[in-house]
C-alpha cells in the first residue's frame, strides 16, 4: 500500500504547504506524473524532431528494459526545454544544437545544470535542393546561381520570387539574413512546424517538383528524399557573430548531451548511462527511419535497433 | 408582434436604421475631417508611423530575464509562486496516483457508475466504452495523465469561478468590474494565456494547470452571476418575507435556484479545460495533448488520431454527461438514491480491489489496437489522389494556389495599402453603426494598440487571412445550417460530425491540411475553417430553428413556398442568431491563428510560437497582445445586441 | 374586543427615484400629478399618503387597478419595500423603528405573506417548502416536518408532501404558498393578488378556502387584488386606490352604494348591487301599522334575499334585529336598489347602519 501513504503524505503536505509556512521553490519541483507506482523515473525531453526522438527511444528502452526504469518524456522546445532541465522538471536532454547563451546562464552561472558529454553524432544546418534537380542543374547546387534559378521556386506564397522554405521557428535560422546579404532574390517562407514541412516537402518530391528549403543532417528524410546541399560562403569561426550581417555557411556542430545538475549527481545508474549514451549519425538514422517512415512505435523502434546492436549499447550500462 | 406580414416592420426598420446610422457616419466624417489631416500632416505614412509605435523588447526580455534569475531566490516566488506551483504539483499528482492505484479497470468502473447515477444507463454505457476504447488505442496512462490534470484545473476553475460568479452577481460594484473583463476574456484565444504563465512558472504541469484554470474559470464565473441575478424575483422576495438573514437566503434560495446556470457552467469549465489542457501540451502538460504533440513531430497523423480520439471520447462523455446532469435537475428525485450511490461506490471498490488482486492495474499491452498505420494509408491515399492532377477542377494545391493568389494576396495588399488612419476610421464606422460609441472606442483602441506594438503589418497580413477564412466559414456555415435546419436527418448525421470536429485537437488534423494544401497561408485559413465550422452551423441550425413556429404556420397557411418562407420569415427573424454566427466564427477563427503558424501562415500566428519556442517572450508576447487586440476589434465590430453565454468549445 | 388595531398605517409614501424622500416633504411637489411629478423630479409616487387601519380578525381588502400602487403598499408594512415616509405600526410597535432583527422577527412571527407566482422553491418538496419559514426560524427537522404536514392536510394537500412544485397545478401550487405563510402561524397574513394568476375556477375554490379559513380560524388579513369581485367577496372593509391614493375606505356595501366619486363610481358600475347592499341601507324606518305583518329579515341580509323573501310574502318584509323591528322594506325600495337609482345617503350623514 505504498500508493496510499504516499498520497496520504501528498495531501497532509500539502494542507500545511496551504497553511504558508516556509519557502517553497517551485525550481526544485518535479513533474507530477513522476516516479508513479513506487518505481524511479527519469523524464526525459523529446524535441520535435525525429532524431532527438530515436535517441530518447532507445535511451527509454533501456531504461525501462535494462535498468528497470519508468520513463516520461515531455516534448518541449529548445530553449523552454533548458529552462524545464533547469528547474529539474526534466532529467536530460540528449540532443542539443548549441545554445551558447543558455550554456552560459545554467551550466557555468547557475550551475543547475550539467553537461553529459557528446551524443556522438554532428549536425549541419545548409540549404537543400532534391538531387533529382541538382542532376537537371548541375551548376544550383551554388549559392551565386540560385538568383539564375529562382524563377523555378515560385509559389504562391513567395509570389514572383524563389520560396526558400524554413521549418520550425525553434530552429536556428540565419536565412532571412542570408537572403539579403546574399542579395538573392528569394522570399523565406516559414513552414512553422517540421510536420508541416516535411509534409510539404514530401509532396514536392512526389511531383518532382523543385523546391530550396532549409534543413539539417543527420535527418531521416535524407533516405526518403534525397537531397544535395547548396554551397553557401564557406563558414569561419565568428562569421555568424551578428545575426543581421551573416552572409556565410552553417557551421558543424558536434550535438551534446545536458543533465540536470541535481540528477547527474544523484542519479544513480541512470545518469551514469545517459552520461555514457553515444552513438553514431547512421545508428540514428536508422532508428528515426523505423519511426518516421515505416511509422513503426519509438519503442518497436528501439527494441529492433537494441536487439541488433547489442555491442554498441553493452558500453553504456557498464 | 411576430407577425408575417413583416412588411411595416421591415420597411420601418432599415429606414431607421439608416437614418441612425447616417447620423453617426455624419458625426464620425465630421471628426475625421479634423483629425485626419492633422495625423497625415504629422505622421505621413502608408504604414502605422514609427514615430507612434513603443518598442517593449527590451523590457520584456529584462524581465524575462530577471524572472529566470530569480525564480529560485526572490521571495515573491518562493513564498508565493512556489507554493502556488508546489499546490498543483502535489494535487495533480494525489490524484494521478489515485487513478493509477484504482486501475483501469476501477476508474472505468467509477466513470461508468456516476454516469449512470446523474445520467442514466445508456451514457453510463457510453462512458464504460469510452474509457475501454482510450486503453485499446494504447493510451490509457497519457489519458489518466490529462484526466488528473483536468479534475485538478476543473476544480480549481470551478472554485474560482464559482467566487468570482458570487462576488459579480451579488455586488452590483463588483459586476461592472468584472463584467468586461470576463467578456473579454471570453474572446481570447487559448494560446493568448500561454506565454505569461509560462513566463511565471515555467514549462510544465503547474504553468499548464494555471493557464487552464485562467482560461476555463470564465464561463464559470459568467454563468454563476448570470444564474444568481436571473433568479426569480418574487421566490427571493417570499424567502425574504419570511424573515430569513441574508446568508439563509444565499444558501437556501439564491444558489439553489442558480443550479442549472451552475451547472450549465460546470459543463462549460470541464469542456475548456480540455481544449486548453491539449493545447498547453506546448508548454509541457503532458498527457494525450503531448502524445499529440509528439506524433505530429513525426508526421504520424495515425498516431496524433489515436491520440485525438480519447480526447473527442472524453469531451463527449463529459459534455452528455454534465449536460443529462443539468436536464434531470427539478424531475422527481429518486426515492433511494443514496442507496443508488452506495450500491455504486461499493461497484468501484469492488471492481478495483479485483483489478488489484489480479495484479492488472496496467492496462495489459496485448490489447491495444493500433489505428495508426490503417489512419495513415487512408491519409496517405486521400492526399496523393487528391493533392494534383484531379481531371478538370484540379487538385487541392491548386485551389490553395490560387487562393493565396486571388484572395489572400489581394486582401492582405490590401489592407497593407491603406492608409493607417483610415483603417482605424473604417474600424470605428463598422463598429458605431453596428453597436455603440463605447464599441466603437473599444474597437479603435485596440486596433491603435496594434501599431503602437510596431506589429501593424504582420498584424494586416494575419487580419487578412481571418477575414478571408471567416467569408469562406460563413458561406459554407450558413448554407449547411440551412439545410440542417431543414432536415432532422442531416441535423441528426451532423451532431456527431460536428462534435468530433469541435473537440478533435487542432494539431491533429494539422498534417492533412499542409498534405493537401502545402505550406502557406492557404492551409492556415482551411485549418481555421475547419475549427470555427462547427460552432457556425450549430449556431445558425439552431437559430432557424427556433423561429416562433407560428410565424412559419401563418406563412405557411398563405401559402408561401418553402423557399419564401426561409427568406421572408426565417432568415430575417434568425438575424440574432446570423449575427452571433458571425461573431463566434471570428473569434474562433482568431483562436486559431496560432495554429496556422505552424503550418506556414506565419505573421502574428508564427510570431507566438516563435516566442513559445524561443522563449522570446518580448516577441511572443506582443504578437499574443496584438492577436487579443484583433479579437477584441473584431469582436467589437460585430458584437450583436446579445451574447450567447455559451463560447463554443 | 381589543381596540388597537394589528396594522395603523399613517401618512405612508413610496417614492421611487432620484433623491426620493424630497418628494413627501415639499407640499409643492405632493401637489402635482403622477405625470407632472415624473417630469419635475423623475420620481414616481406610488404610494402617496396613505392612512388606514387594519382591525383584529377582518380581512382588509386593498383593491386598485395595475400600477395603482397596492402591491407597493402591502410590501411596505414588512418593510419589503422600505417606505419613504409616513408611520406604520404593528399592535402598536413601530415598524419603520426596527432594527434588522426585530424586523426579521416581525417577518418570521407576526405577518407572513402569500404571492401572486407563489414564490415557491422549485428545488424543494412540498412538505420542505411548507416547513421552509420554520427552517429560517431554526427549527428542529422532525418538528417542522410534522408541523408542516398537518398544515399541508389543512390546505387539501395531503398526499403531496413529496411532489415538487414543478409537478403542480397553479391552484395546487398556491395552496402550497398558503400552506407555507400558514405554516408559521402569523397574526396576520398578507395576500399580494394571490388567485390572478389562477382560472376562474380555482380561483373561486381558493376564495372559497380564504373564506373558510377566515372563519375557522379568525386570523387578519390583508388582502391584495384587482378584481372587484373577489373584493367584495372577501372583504370586510375595501381600500380602492387610485395612483398610489386610497380613493375610498369602507364596507363593500358602502363602495357600491356609495361611491365617493366618479372614479369608484365607474368601477363599481357593474357591480351586482342587489348582492353586495344589505337590506339595512336599503330599508325604510318602520311606520307603526307594519308591525305585525310581513315576512322578517336580518337587516345583515343582501337585497337578493330580501327580493326573494319579499316575493314569496306579496308583501313588504319587516327588518327584525333581535327581535325588534328596525325597518321595513318593500319592492319599490329593492327595485330602486336594483335599478341604482336610489342613492343612500352619503356616508357618515345618517347611515341607518350609524343610526342603530
Given at each position: 500500500?505504498?500508493?496510499?501513504?504516499t498520497?496520504?503524505?501528498?495531501?497532509?503536505?500539502?494542507?500545511?504547504?496551504?497553511?504558508?509556512?516556509?519557502?517553497?521553490?517551485?525550481?526544485?519541483?518535479?513533474?507530477?506524473?513522476a516516479?508513479?507506482?513506487?518505481?524511479?523515473?527519469?523524464t526525459?525531453?523529446?524535441?520535435?524532431?525525429?532524431?532527438?526522438?530515436a535517441?530518447?527511444?532507445?535511451?527509454?528502452?533501456?531504461?525501462?528494459?535494462?535498468?528497470?526504469?519508468?520513463?516520461?518524456?515531455?516534448?518541449?522546445?529548445?530553449?523552454?526545454?533548458?529552462d524545464?532541465?533547469?528547474?529539474?522538471?526534466?532529467?536530460?536532454?540528449?540532443?542539443?544544437?548549441?545554445?551558447?547563451?543558455?550554456?552560459?546562464?545554467?551550466?557555468?552561472?547557475?550551475?543547475?545544470?550539467?553537461?553529459?558529454?557528446?551524443?556522438?553524432?554532428?549536425?549541419?544546418?545548409?540549404?537543400?535542393?532534391?538531387?533529382?534537380l541538382?542532376?537537371?542543374?548541375?551548376?544550383i547546387?551554388?549559392?551565386?546561381?540560385?538568383?539564375?534559378?529562382s524563377?523555378?521556386?515560385?509559389?504562391?506564397?513567395?509570389?514572383?520570387?524563389?520560396?526558400?522554405?524554413?521549418?520550425?521557428?525553434?530552429?536556428?535560422?540565419?536565412?532571412?539574413?542570408?537572403?539579403?546579404?546574399?542579395?538573392?532574390?528569394?522570399?523565406?517562407?516559414?513552414?512553422?512546424?517540421?510536420a508541416?514541412?516535411i509534409?510539404?516537402?514530401?509532396?514536392?518530391?512526389?511531383?518532382?517538383?523543385?523546391?530550396?528549403?532549409?534543413?539539417?543532417a543527420?535527418q531521416?528524410?535524407?533516405?526518403?528524399?534525397?537531397?544535395?546541399?547548396?554551397k553557401?560562403?564557406?563558414?569561419?569561426?565568428?562569421?555568424?557573430?551578428?545575426?543581421?550581417?551573416?552572409?556565410?555557411?552553417?557551421?558543424?556542430?558536434?550535438?551534446?548531451?545536458?543533465?540536470?545538475?541535481?540528477?547527474?549527481?544523484?542519479?544513480?545508474?541512470?545518469?551514469?548511462?545517459?552520461?555514457?549514451?553515444?552513438?553514431?549519425?547512421?545508428?540514428?538514422?536508422?532508428v528515426?527511419?523505423?519511426?518516421?517512415?515505416?511509422?513503426m512505435?519509438?519503442?518497436?523502434?528501439?527494441?529492433?535497433?537494441?536487439?541488433?546492436?547489442?555491442?554498441?549499447?553493452?558500453?553504456?550500462?557498464? | 408582434?411576430?407577425?408575417?406580414t413583416?412588411?411595416?416592420?421591415?420597411?420601418?426598420?432599415?429606414?431607421l436604421?439608416?437614418?441612425?446610422?447616417?447620423?453617426?457616419?455624419?458625426?464620425?466624417?465630421?471628426?475625421?475631417?479634423?483629425?485626419?489631416?492633422?495625423?497625415?500632416?504629422?505622421?505621413?505614412?502608408?504604414?502605422?508611423?514609427?514615430?507612434?509605435?513603443?518598442?517593449?523588447?527590451?523590457?520584456?526580455?529584462?524581465?524575462?530575464?530577471?524572472?529566470?534569475?530569480?525564480?529560485?531566490?526572490?521571495?515573491?516566488?518562493?513564498?508565493?509562486?512556489?507554493?502556488?506551483?508546489?499546490?498543483?504539483?502535489?494535487?495533480?499528482?494525489?490524484?494521478?496516483?489515485?487513478?493509477?492505484?484504482?486501475?483501469w479497470?476501477?476508474?472505468?468502473?467509477?466513470?461508468?457508475?456516476?454516469?449512470?447515477?446523474?445520467?442514466?444507463?445508456?451514457?453510463?454505457?457510453?462512458?464504460?466504452?469510452?474509457?475501454?476504447?482510450?486503453?485499446?488505442?494504447?493510451?490509457?496512462?497519457?489519458?489518466?495523465?490529462?484526466?488528473?490534470?483536468?479534475?485538478?484545473?476543473?476544480?480549481a476553475?470551478v472554485?474560482?469561478?464559482?467566487?468570482?460568479?458570487?462576488?459579480s452577481?451579488?455586488?452590483?460594484?463588483?459586476?461592472?468590474?468584472?463584467?468586461?473583463?470576463?467578456?473579454?476574456?471570453?474572446?481570447?484565444?487559448?494560446?493568448?494565456?500561454?506565454?505569461?504563465?509560462?513566463?511565471?512558472?515555467?514549462?510544465?504541469?503547474?504553468?499548464?494547470?494555471?493557464?487552464?484554470?485562467?482560461?476555463?474559470?470564465?464561463?464559470?464565473?459568467?454563468?454563476?452571476?448570470?444564474g444568481?441575478?436571473?433568479?426569480?424575483?418574487?421566490?427571493?422576495?417570499a424567502?425574504?418575507?419570511?424573515?430569513?438573514?441574508?446568508?439563509?437566503?444565499?444558501?437556501?434560495?439564491?444558489?439553489?435556484?442558480?443550479?442549472?446556470?451552475?451547472?450549465?457552467?460546470?459543463n462549460?469549465?470541464?469542456?475548456m479545460?480540455?481544449?486548453?489542457?491539449?493545447?498547453?501540451?506546448?508548454?509541457g502538460?503532458?498527457?494525450?495533448?503531448?502524445?499529440?504533440?509528439?506524433?505530429?513531430?513525426?508526421?504520424?497523423?495515425?498516431?496524433a488520431?489515436?491520440?485525438?480520439?480519447?480526447?473527442?471520447?472524453?469531451?463527449?462523455?463529459?459534455?452528455?454527461?454534465?449536460?443529462?446532469?443539468?436536464?434531470?435537475?427539478?424531475?422527481?428525485?429518486?426515492?433511494?438514491?443514496?442507496?443508488?450511490?452506495?450500491?455504486?461506490?461499493?461497484?468501484?471498490?469492488?471492481?478495483?480491489?479485483?483489478?488489484?488482486?489480479?495484479?492488472?492495474?496496467?492496462?495489459?499491452?496485448?490489447?491495444?489496437?493500433?489505428?495508426?498505420?490503417?489512419?495513415?494509408?487512408?491519409?496517405?491515399?486521400?492526399?496523393?489522389?487528391?493533392?494534383?492532377?484531379?481531371?478538370?477542377?484540379?487538385?487541392?494545391?491548386?485551389?490553395a494556389?490560387?487562393?493565396?493568389?486571388?484572395?489572400?494576396?489581394?486582401v492582405?495588399?490590401?489592407?497593407?495599402?491603406?492608409?493607417?488612419?483610415?483603417?482605424?476610421?473604417?474600424?470605428?464606422?463598422?463598429?458605431?453603426?453596428?453597436?455603440?460609441?463605447?464599441?466603437?472606442?473599444?474597437?479603435?483602441?485596440?486596433?491603435?494598440?496594434?501599431?503602437?506594438?510596431?506589429?501593424?503589418?504582420?498584424?494586416?497580413?494575419?487580419?487578412?487571412?481571418?477575414?478571408?477564412?471567416?467569408?469562406?466559414?460563413?458561406v459554407?456555415?450558413f448554407?449547411?445550417g440551412?439545410?440542417?435546419?431543414?432536415?432532422?436527418?442531416?441535423?441528426?448525421?451532423?451532431?456527431?460530425?460536428?462534435?468530433?470536429?469541435?473537440?478533435?485537437?487542432?494539431?491533429?488534423?494539422?498534417?492533412?491540411?499542409?498534405?493537401?494544401?502545402?505550406?502557406?497561408?492557404?492551409?492556415?485559413?482551411?485549418a481555421?475553417?475547419?475549427?470555427?465550422?462547427?460552432?457556425?452551423?450549430?449556431?445558425?441550425?439552431?437559430?432557424?430553428?427556433?423561429?416562433?413556429?407560428?410565424?412559419?404556420?401563418?406563412?405557411?397557411?398563405?401559402?408561401?413556398?418553402?423557399?419564401?418562407?426561409?427568406?421572408?420569415?426565417?432568415?430575417?427573424?434568425?438575424?440574432?442568431?446570423?449575427?452571433?454566427?458571425?461573431?463566434?466564427?471570428?473569434?474562433?477563427?482568431?483562436?486559431?491563428?496560432?495554429?496556422?503558424?505552424?503550418?506556414?501562415?506565419?505573421?502574428?500566428?508564427?510570431?507566438?510560437?516563435?516566442?513559445?519556442?524561443?522563449?522570446?517572450?518580448?516577441?511572443?508576447?506582443?504578437?499574443?497582445?496584438?492577436?487579443?487586440?484583433?479579437g477584441?476589434?473584431?469582436?467589437?465590430?460585430?458584437q450583436?445586441?446579445?451574447?450567447?453565454?455559451?463560447k463554443?468549445? | 374586543?381589543?381596540?388597537?388595531?394589528?396594522?395603523?398605517?399613517?401618512?405612508?409614501?413610496?417614492?421611487f427615484?432620484?433623491?426620493?424622500?424630497?418628494v413627501?416633504a415639499?407640499?409643492?411637489?405632493?401637489?402635482?400629478?403622477?405625470?407632472?411629478?415624473?417630469?419635475?423630479?423623475?420620481?414616481?409616487?406610488?404610494?402617496?399618503?396613505v392612512?388606514?387601519?387594519?382591525?383584529?380578525?377582518?380581512?382588509?381588502?386593498?383593491m386598485?387597478?395595475?400600477?395603482?400602487?397596492?402591491?407597493?403598499?402591502?410590501?411596505?408594512?414588512?418593510r419589503?419595500?422600505?417606505?419613504?415616509?409616513?408611520?406604520?405600526?404593528?399592535?402598536?410597535?413601530?415598524?419603520?423603528?426596527?432594527?434588522?432583527?426585530?424586523?426579521?422577527?416581525?417577518?418570521?412571527?407576526?405577518?407572513?405573506?402569500?404571492?401572486?407566482?407563489f414564490?415557491?422553491?422549485?428545488?424543494?418538496?412540498?412538505?420542505?417548502?411548507?416547513?421552509?419559514?420554520?427552517?429560517i426560524?431554526?427549527?428542529?427537522?422532525?418538528?417542522?416536518?410534522?408541523?408542516?404536514?398537518?398544515?399541508?392536510?389543512?390546505?387539501?394537500?395531503?398526499?403531496?408532501?413529496?411532489?415538487?412544485?414543478?409537478?403542480?397545478?397553479?391552484?395546487?401550487?398556491?395552496?402550497?404558498?398558503?400552506?407555507?405563510?400558514?405554516?408559521?402561524?402569523?397574526?396576520?397574513?398578507?395576500?399580494?393578488?394571490?388567485?390572478?394568476?389562477?382560472?376562474?375556477?380555482?380561483?373561486?375554490?381558493?376564495?372559497?378556502?380564504?373564506?373558510?379559513?377566515?372563519?375557522?380560524?379568525?386570523?387578519?388579513?390583508?388582502?391584495?387584488?384587482?378584481?372587484?369581485?373577489?373584493?367584495?367577496?372577501?372583504?370586510d372593509?375595501i381600500a380602492?386606490?387610485?395612483d398610489?391614493?386610497?380613493?375610498?375606505?369602507?364596507?363593500p356595501?358602502?363602495?357600491?352604494?356609495?361611491?365617493?366619486?366618479?372614479?369608484?363610481?365607474?368601477?363599481?358600475r357593474?357591480?351586482?348591487?342587489?348582492?353586495?347592499?344589505?337590506?339595512?341601507?336599503?330599508?325604510r324606518?318602520?311606520?307603526?301599522?307594519?308591525?305585525?305583518?310581513?315576512?322578517?329579515?336580518?337587516?345583515?341580509?343582501?337585497v337578493?334575499?330580501?327580493?326573494?323573501?319579499?316575493?314569496?310574502?306579496?308583501?313588504p318584509?319587516?327588518?327584525?334585529?333581535?327581535?325588534?323591528?328596525?325597518?321595513?322594506?318593500?319592492?319599490?325600495?329593492?327595485?330602486?336598489?336594483v335599478?341604482?337609482?336610489?342613492?343612500p345617503?352619503?356616508?357618515?350623514?345618517?347611515?341607518?347602519?350609524?343610526?342603530?
Amino acid at each position: 500500500m505504498r500508493v496510499r501513504k504516499t498520497a496520504l503524505v501528498a495531501a497532509l503536505s500539502s494542507l500545511a504547504l496551504l497553511t504558508g509556512c516556509g519557502a517553497a521553490d517551485m525550481t526544485k519541483q518535479a513533474s507530477p506524473f513522476a516516479n508513479a507506482q513506487g518505481a524511479k523515473t527519469v523524464t526525459l525531453s523529446v524535441q520535435s524532431w525525429v532524431g532527438a526522438q530515436a535517441n530518447v527511444a532507445v535511451a527509454q528502452y533501456l531504461l525501462e528494459h535494462e535498468l528497470g526504469y519508468r520513463v516520461d518524456t515531455v516534448q518541449v522546445d529548445e530553449v523552454p526545454a533548458w529552462d524545464a532541465l533547469s528547474q529539474g522538471r526534466v532529467d536530460a536532454i540528449l540532443e542539443d544544437w548549441g545554445h551558447p547563451e543558455q550554456e552560459k546562464r545554467y551550466v557555468d552561472d547557475k550551475k543547475t545544470i550539467a553537461r553529459g558529454g557528446e551524443l556522438g553524432v554532428t549536425g549541419h544546418i545548409g540549404w537543400f535542393v532534391p538531387t533529382y534537380l541538382a542532376k537537371k542543374y548541375p551548376d544550383i547546387t551554388n549559392w551565386k546561381n540560385l538568383n539564375k534559378y529562382s524563377h523555378l521556386f515560385r509559389t504562391p506564397e513567395s509570389g514572383n520570387k524563389g520560396q526558400l522554405m524554413d521549418g520550425s521557428p525553434s530552429y536556428v535560422t540565419n536565412d532571412k539574413a542570408l537572403v539579403k546579404n546574399l542579395k538573392l532574390d528569394y522570399q523565406v517562407v516559414f513552414a512553422g512546424s517540421e510536420a508541416a514541412q516535411i509534409t510539404q516537402i514530401k509532396q514536392f518530391a512526389k511531383e518532382k517538383k523543385p523546391f530550396l528549403t532549409y534543413w539539417y543532417a543527420p535527418q531521416w528524410l535524407f533516405e526518403k528524399v534525397p537531397m544535395t546541399e547548396v554551397k553557401l560562403p564557406p563558414y569561419k569561426e565568428g562569421c555568424d557573430a551578428v545575426p543581421e550581417k551573416v552572409a556565410c555557411a552553417y557551421p558543424h556542430t558536434p550535438l551534446e548531451k545536458y543533465l540536470n545538475s541535481g540528477f547527474a549527481k544523484n542519479g544513480g545508474k541512470a545518469a551514469a548511462f545517459l552520461k555514457k549514451f553515444q552513438w553514431t549519425t547512421e545508428d540514428q538514422n536508422e532508428v528515426s527511419l523505423m519511426i518516421a517512415e515505416q511509422k513503426m512505435s519509438p519503442e518497436d523502434a528501439a527494441k529492433k535497433w537494441v536487439d541488433s546492436h547489442k555491442s554498441t549499447w553493452k558500453k553504456w550500462l557498464s | 408582434m411576430a407577425t408575417i406580414t413583416a412588411n411595416p416592420p421591415r420597411i420601418g426598420l432599415p429606414a431607421l436604421l439608416k437614418n441612425r446610422a447616417v447620423h453617426k457616419l455624419l458625426l464620425l466624417a465630421a471628426a475625421a475631417a479634423i483629425l485626419v489631416p492633422l495625423a497625415d500632416a504629422r505622421w505621413a505614412s502608408g504604414t502605422w508611423p514609427s514615430a507612434l509605435t513603443l518598442d517593449f523588447s527590451e523590457p520584456l526580455a529584462k524581465a524575462s530575464d530577471w524572472i529566470i534569475d530569480n525564480r529560485d531566490s526572490h521571495p515573491l516566488f518562493l513564498y508565493f509562486f512556489g507554493h502556488v506551483s508546489n499546490v498543483v504539483v502535489i494535487a495533480v499528482r494525489a490524484v494521478y496516483l489515485t487513478l493509477l492505484a484504482i486501475g483501469w479497470a476501477g476508474v472505468t468502473a467509477l466513470g461508468a457508475l456516476v454516469a449512470w447515477r446523474v445520467a442514466g444507463v445508456r451514457l453510463a454505457l457510453g462512458t464504460a466504452v469510452a474509457f475501454l476504447a482510450c486503453g485499446l488505442l494504447g493510451m490509457w496512462v497519457p489519458t489518466m495523465q490529462t484526466l488528473a490534470l483536468m479534475v485538478v484545473a476543473v476544480l480549481a476553475s470551478v472554485v474560482v469561478g464559482a467566487l468570482l460568479g458570487l462576488a459579480s452577481g451579488l455586488s452590483d460594484r463588483m459586476d461592472r468590474v468584472l463584467r468586461p473583463v470576463l467578456d473579454t476574456m471570453q474572446v481570447l484565444p487559448a494560446f493568448a494565456y500561454l506565454l505569461p504563465v509560462v513566463l511565471v512558472f515555467g514549462i510544465g504541469v503547474p504553468a499548464a494547470v494555471l493557464a487552464t484554470v485562467v482560461y476555463a474559470a470564465p464561463p464559470m464565473a459568467r454563468l454563476t452571476a448570470l444564474g444568481l441575478r436571473g433568479a426569480d424575483k418574487e421566490v427571493l422576495e417570499a424567502v425574504e418575507s419570511l424573515g430569513s438573514t441574508a446568508r439563509q437566503r444565499l444558501l437556501t434560495a439564491r444558489i439553489p435556484l442558480a443550479r442549472k446556470e451552475l451547472l450549465l457552467g460546470v459543463n462549460q469549465t470541464i469542456m475548456m479545460a480540455l481544449s486548453m489542457a491539449v493545447i498547453a501540451a506546448v508548454i509541457g502538460a503532458g498527457g494525450l495533448g503531448d502524445r499529440v504533440y509528439q506524433a505530429l513531430a513525426s508526421v504520424d497523423v495515425g498516431a496524433a488520431l489515436a491520440a485525438g480520439i480519447p480526447i473527442v471520447l472524453l469531451a463527449v462523455v463529459l459534455d452528455r454527461v454534465t449536460g443529462a446532469a443539468g436536464e434531470r435537475l427539478g424531475a422527481e428525485p429518486e426515492p433511494r438514491s443514496g442507496l443508488g450511490w452506495l450500491l455504486a461506490l461499493a461497484g468501484v471498490v469492488a471492481v478495483a480491489v479485483a483489478g488489484r488482486l489480479a495484479g492488472r492495474l496496467d492496462w495489459p499491452e496485448a490489447w491495444i489496437v493500433n489505428i495508426a498505420e490503417p489512419v495513415n494509408r487512408a491519409v496517405d491515399w486521400m492526399t496523393a489522389h487528391l493533392y494534383s492532377g484531379v481531371p478538370v477542377i484540379g487538385g487541392t494545391a491548386d485551389w490553395a494556389g490560387h487562393f493565396t493568389t486571388w484572395v489572400l494576396d489581394p486582401v492582405r495588399d490590401g489592407l497593407q495599402g491603406l492608409p493607417w488612419w483610415s483603417l482605424l476610421l473604417i474600424v470605428a464606422a463598422l463598429a458605431w453603426v453596428i453597436g455603440t460609441w463605447r464599441t466603437a472606442l473599444t474597437a479603435v483602441l485596440a486596433m491603435a494598440a496594434i501599431g503602437v506594438l510596431g506589429v501593424w503589418k504582420p498584424s494586416l497580413d494575419t487580419l487578412s487571412q481571418v477575414l478571408a477564412a471567416v467569408a469562406v466559414t460563413l458561406v459554407v456555415g450558413f448554407a449547411v445550417g440551412i439545410a440542417a435546419a431543414r432536415s432532422d436527418r442531416l441535423e441528426r448525421m451532423l451532431r456527431p460530425v460536428l462534435d468530433v470536429f469541435q473537440t478533435m485537437p487542432q494539431f491533429v488534423y494539422l498534417i492533412p491540411v499542409v498534405a493537401l494544401f502545402g505550406v502557406g497561408r492557404a492551409p492556415a485559413v482551411a485549418a481555421a475553417i475547419v475549427y470555427a465550422l462547427p460552432a457556425v452551423v450549430r449556431i445558425t441550425t439552431q437559430g432557424l430553428r427556433q423561429v416562433d413556429p407560428a410565424a412559419l404556420e401563418a406563412a405557411g397557411s398563405l401559402g408561401a413556398t418553402s423557399w419564401q418562407q426561409l427568406k421572408q420569415v426565417q432568415l430575417p427573424l434568425a438575424r440574432p442568431a446570423l449575427l452571433l454566427a458571425v461573431n463566434q466564427g471570428l473569434v474562433l477563427v482568431l483562436a486559431v491563428v496560432v495554429i496556422g503558424g505552424l503550418v506556414g501562415g506565419g505573421a502574428l500566428g508564427y510570431d507566438v510560437v516563435f516566442g513559445l519556442a524561443q522563449g522570446d517572450l518580448a516577441t511572443g508576447l506582443v504578437a499574443g497582445v496584438a492577436i487579443v487586440c484583433l479579437g477584441l476589434m473584431l469582436d467589437r465590430v460585430t458584437q450583436p445586441t446579445e451574447r450567447r453565454a455559451k463560447k463554443g468549445a | 374586543m381589543d381596540t388597537t388595531p394589528v396594522f395603523s398605517v399613517e401618512g405612508l409614501w413610496k417614492v421611487f427615484g432620484p433623491k426620493a424622500e424630497r418628494v413627501p416633504a415639499d407640499p409643492e411637489l405632493t401637489a402635482l400629478d403622477p405625470a407632472e411629478l415624473r417630469a419635475r423630479t423623475g420620481c414616481t409616487a406610488a404610494v402617496r399618503d396613505v392612512s388606514f387601519d387594519v382591525r383584529k380578525g377582518e380581512v382588509f381588502v386593498v383593491m386598485g387597478l395595475s400600477g395603482s400602487g397596492k402591491s407597493t403598499l402591502v410590501r411596505c408594512l414588512t418593510r419589503l419595500i422600505e417606505p419613504t415616509a409616513g408611520t406604520i405600526a404593528i399592535d402598536g410597535e413601530d415598524v419603520r423603528a426596527m432594527d434588522r432583527s426585530r424586523l426579521r422577527e416581525l417577518r418570521r412571527h407576526r405577518a407572513a405573506m402569500v404571492f401572486q407566482h407563489f414564490g415557491l422553491l422549485p428545488h424543494r418538496t412540498v412538505l420542505d417548502n411548507v416547513a421552509y419559514g420554520l427552517e429560517i426560524q431554526g427549527m428542529g427537522k422532525a418538528e417542522r416536518r410534522e408541523r408542516a404536514a398537518a398544515v399541508v392536510a389543512k390546505v387539501g394537500l395531503e398526499g403531496m408532501e413529496q411532489r415538487r412544485p414543478g409537478q403542480l397545478s397553479g391552484g395546487q401550487r398556491q395552496r402550497v404558498g398558503l400552506a407555507r405563510a400558514l405554516a408559521v402561524d402569523p397574526e396576520v397574513l398578507l395576500f399580494d393578488e394571490p388567485f390572478s394568476a389562477l382560472d376562474p375556477m380555482i380561483r373561486r375554490d381558493m376564495q372559497e378556502e380564504v373564506v373558510r379559513l377566515h372563519q375557522e380560524e379568525g386570523r387578519t388579513m390583508v388582502f391584495i387584488t384587482h378584481d372587484l369581485q373577489e373584493a367584495l367577496k372577501l372583504g370586510d372593509r375595501i381600500a380602492l386606490m387610485r395612483d398610489g391614493r386610497v380613493v375610498q375606505l369602507g364596507t363593500p356595501e358602502e363602495i357600491v352604494g356609495s361611491p365617493a366619486d366618479d372614479y369608484v363610481r365607474e368601477f363599481v358600475r357593474d357591480v351586482p348591487r342587489e348582492q353586495v347592499m344589505t337590506v339595512r341601507t336599503a330599508m325604510r324606518r318602520p311606520v307603526g301599522h307594519q308591525d305585525g305583518s310581513g315576512p322578517a329579515v336580518r337587516p345583515e341580509a343582501t337585497v337578493s334575499e330580501a327580493i326573494e323573501a319579499v316575493a314569496r310574502a306579496g308583501a313588504p318584509a319587516r327588518v327584525m334585529d333581535k327581535g325588534r323591528c328596525v325597518g321595513v322594506i318593500d319592492s319599490d325600495t329593492l327595485l330602486g336598489v336594483v335599478a341604482g337609482t336610489e342613492q343612500p345617503a352619503p356616508p357618515g350623514t345618517g347611515q341607518p347602519k350609524e343610526a342603530v
